[in-house]
């Protein structure tokens, strides 16, 4: 994979990470916790991608 498309996978994966946790930080504001499990569990799938794109 060139440089180029390897950094804006990168960047786009960053990105999502961010906005889910986000989402994961308001859904534990308002207490719904199985909504938290499945955020967390998308945001570390997200995060894996990442390191492994890196």
Same mark, same amino acid.
Do not use: P
């Given at each position: 994979?060139?440089?180029?498309?390897? %950094?804006?996978? +990168?960047?786009?994966?960053?990105?999502?990470?961010?906005?889910?946790?986000?989402?994961?930080? %308001?859904?534990? %504001? %308002?207490?719904?916790?199985?909504?938290?499990? +499945?955020? !967390?569990? !998308?945001? !570390?799938?997200?995060?894996?991608?990442?390191?492994?794109?890196?």
């Amino acid at each position: 994979m060139n440089a180029l498309l390897k %950094q804006n996978r +990168v960047d786009t994966l960053s990105r999502l990470y961010d906005m889910k946790r986000k989402q994961l930080a %308001q859904a534990s %504001q %308002q207490g719904n916790s199985l909504r938290c499990q +499945v955020l !967390e569990a !998308e945001a !570390e799938a997200i995060f894996n991608a990442l390191k492994s794109a890196r």
